[in-house]
């Protein structure tokens, strides 16, 4: 069964480093998301991405946060100096269309900032 | 997106139906009911989803109320795996933006044994 893979698994990065997690969506979808999760928090939306530009995003994802489809497969996020706050785990998620009921979630990265 | 009322959490015993409810009375004409479950810490998972009409699917059916204000996600043979967080969540598909789904806390919903 396909799936969408996220790398790494965990990350520990020192507060203010920039930091790149990446995914590989599902190859026939079209709509890429990045989500987030505090630790006993809710699942959060950030950004959601088609046609190589940003379709919408939340209050979240200021300009410390940036999205990019650098080739036909793979999807960043990048953080561009981390704070502690932003620790959470990173959730990625494709869908075939916008349209699309089921959006298909990675495992997740965890990102520790210390 | 309309707001969704959900017990904080519910316990059902294995092998048997696991009645999750959903308030949604604020729910607007266009705006579909989708399932999404997290178990432990992983990504989301799709369950199911409608828009009026009762839906199931080899995971779960979905009861949705003539009046739409409400619904109800039934596992109808619940087990261990099943042990997870249940999100219920409303909101009108649009392949402008994407399913930017709104997750609320949901229902903790634990299988015993």
């Known amino acids: 069964e396909p799936e969408v893979t996220q790398t790494p698994s965990h990350q520990v990065t020192q507060m203010g480093q920039e930091v790149i997690l990446r995914c590989v969506p599902i190859s026939n979808h079209l709509y890429f998301y990045w989500y987030r999760q505090i630790l006993g928090q809710k699942v959060e939306f950030l950004v959601s991405f088609y046609n190589n530009e940003i379709s919408e995003k939340s209050e979240i994802f200021d300009d410390q946060f940036s999205v990019e489809r650098p080739d036909g497969s793979n999807f960043t996020l990048k953080i561009r100096s981390t704070k502690l706050e932003d620790s959470a785990m990173y959730f990625c998620?494709?869908?075939?269309?916008?349209?699309?009921?089921?959006?298909?979630f990675g495992q997740g990265t965890r990102l520790t900032v210390v | 997106d309309a707001k969704t009322t959900q017990p904080t959490s519910m316990d059902c015993a294995e092998g048997r139906a696991a009645n999750l409810p959903c308030n949604h009375s604020t729910i607007s004409g266009n705006e579909y009911v989708y399932w999404y479950r997290q178990i432990h810490s992983q990504g989301p998972q799709y369950i199911i989803h409608?828009?009026?009409n009762n839906e199931t699917n080899e995971m779960a059916s979905l009861i949705i109320t003539e009046d739409r204000k409400s619904s109800t996600l039934i596992l109808p043979h619940a087990t261990l795996r099943d042990t997870a967080v249940y999100y219920c969540?409303?909101?009108?598909?649009?392949?402008?933006?994407?399913?930017?789904?709104?997750f609320g806390p949901g229902t903790r919903l634990s299988v015993l044994p």
């Open positions: 998620a494709s869908s075939v269309t916008g349209f699309s009921a089921e959006a298909f």
């Open positions: 969540i409303v909101r009108v598909p649009n392949n402008n933006y994407g399913q930017n789904f709104v």
């Open positions: 409608g828009l009026k």
